[in-house]
Nanobody, 125 residues
């Protein structure tokens, strides 16, 4: 059974840091991503990674502040978030998909097949 379980969310003040983790089980995915959704808004791609980092992509809004990484020995993916802003608040989701051939990755939520339940991040000003 496919499972993705996020952890590490919480509340911080602007400028602070949080690290999110996602534990996977049931399968091995070569593409994984982080997404976020604020109330009343669509799901936004934040970062994506192919395997252990052969290809990485970030949304422009988080470049230079967020870092995605993956530990294949532990089947986990992490998102280190620094310099947090109130607009970073929302529910953060871990997602996964299989790729067959190449290191193609995407920040489009519709391209991902498996999703975690989400973890809440609140950044206060």
């Amino acid at each position: 059974q496919v499972r993705l379980v996020e952890s590490g969310g919480g509340s911080v003040q602007a400028g602070g840091s949080l690290e999110l983790s996602c534990a996977t089980s049931g399968d091995t995915y070569n593409v994984m991503g982080w997404f976020r959704q604020a109330p009343g808004q669509g799901r936004e791609g934040v970062a994506a990674i192919y395997r252990a980092g052969e290809n990485i992509m970030y949304a422009d809004s988080v470049k230079g502040r967020f870092t995605v990484s993956r530990d294949n020995t532990k089947n986990t993916i992490s998102l280190q978030m620094n310099g947090l802003k109130p607009e970073d608040s929302g529910t953060y989701y871990c997602a996964a998909r299989h790729n067959y051939g190449g290191t193609w990755i995407t920040l489009n939520a519709e391209d991902y097949s498996y999703w975690g339940q989400g973890t809440q991040v609140t950044v206060s000003s």
